[in-house]
């Protein structure tokens, strides 16, 4: 019977196998990074006085089997639109591709898309963003969904790990524009994994 380790990993409890332990730690560096980001007054949403209360995300215990291995079907002959915010803003967003999957046996499909402004930038030109939303949201996790950053894949494979599932800047501050998760990227699904509600 293989040794079950309990791990300590800030806000966090997770139980894993042993052969686990590489991927743990890539997700703690994850969540390190983003409450690092919301303490960095270059970069966080948070008020000045906010960050300084600020002691890290609520996250949800590690979970690999929100760790999903999706077939990508990269879109032909798209046309771009206007992504809705939560503000007047429309940016340029075109659809890249669709991630289809499976969780506890039942398949999803989500759409993945790309920003125009973005990909014009050297650092920013492979990055592809999925927006959603799921049955956790207004009570376990924010209302408004959240968003995972992926990148260009060189296959007809992505993967997907919500345990890397963030909120919108727009969760923490009226001020911030931020993309409204399109309908078709609706989770019939409760996606416990990544950041909980807003914890600040």
């Known amino acids: 019977m293989k040794t079950i380790l309990i791990l300590f ?55 690999k089997s929100f760790r999903v291995e999706a077939k990508f079907i990269k879109s032909q002959d798209e046309v771009p639109f206007k992504m809705k915010t939560t503000t007047d803003r429309v940016p340029i967003y075109e659809k890249y591709g669709e991630a289809i999957f499976e969780i506890e046996d039942k398949k999803y499909k989500l759409n993945i898309y790309q920003n125009h402004r973005l990909r014009k930038m050297e650092k920013y030109r492979n990055h592809l963003f999925l927006p959603f939303t799921d049955l956790t949201n207004g009570e376990e996790t924010y209302g408004g969904g959240r968003y995972i950053d992926l990148s260009i894949p060189d296959s007809d494979t992505i993967i997907i790990d919500f345990n890397k599932a963030y909120n919108p800047y727009c969760a923490y501050s009226s001020t911030r524009s931020c993309p409204i998760p399109p309908r078709e990227n609706n989770l019939d699904l409760k996606v416990e994994a990544g950041v909980r509600i807003v914890n600040h």
């Open 9 to 63: 990993l800030g806000f966090t409890t997770i139980v894993v196998g042993a052969q686990d332990l590489p991927y743990i730690e890539e997700m703690k560096l994850f969540q390190e990074e983003l409450n690092k980001e919301f303490k960095n007054p270059d970069k966080s949403p948070l008020t000045r006085r906010e960050q300084k209360r600020f002691k890290g995300h609520d996250f949800f215990p590690i979970n």
